[in-house]
Nanobody, 130 residues
Framework: QLQLVESGGGLVQPGGSLTLSCAAS???????????IGWFRQAPGKEREGVSS????????YYSDSVKGRFTVSGDNAKNTVYLQMNNLKPEDTAVYYC????????????????????WGQGTQVTVSS
């Protein structure tokens, strides 16, 4: 059973920055390397949408058009943790942010498709407001 724990959310002013963390754990000897990690967000009354994903094995990153150039995803294999650096935040970035994980051996298709991911964290709130 894989577990994901997000942290780093909070209240930030427009134009500010936040870094979210997603710590993954599993059975003894667990490693992030053979997995893909996705970041998703859900605002009130809206569907959950893909923001970014990282193929840890080959360090390939994907971004939605709404965050491209502002958000950066990265991984630390030694800590089994994936980060989402969010810069130039806008009020429309306000949402609960979730990380999710899937084995990289599953078909990729759309790397930001939430239905592809098998395990999810509990989410962390990000609020962008002055």
């Amino acid at each position: 059973q894989l577990q994901l724990v997000e942290s780093g959310g909070g209240l930030v002013q427009p134009g500010g920055s936040l870094t979210l963390s997603c710590a993954a754990s599993g059975a003894s000897g667990f490693s992030l390397e053979p997995y893909d990690i996705g970041w998703f967000r859900q605002a009130p009354g809206k569907e959950r949408e893909g923001v970014s994903s990282l193929s840890v094995l080959d360090d390939r990153a994907y971004y939605s058009d709404s965050v491209k150039g502002r958000f950066t995803v990265s991984g630390d294999n030694a800590k089994n943790t994936v980060y989402l650096q969010m810069n130039n935040l806008k009020p429309e970035d306000t949402a609960v942010y979730y990380c999710a994980i899937v084995g990289s051996w599953y078909p990729v298709g759309d790397p930001l498709d939430k239905d592809r991911f098998h395990y999810w964290g509990q989410g962390t709130q990000v609020t962008v407001s002055s």
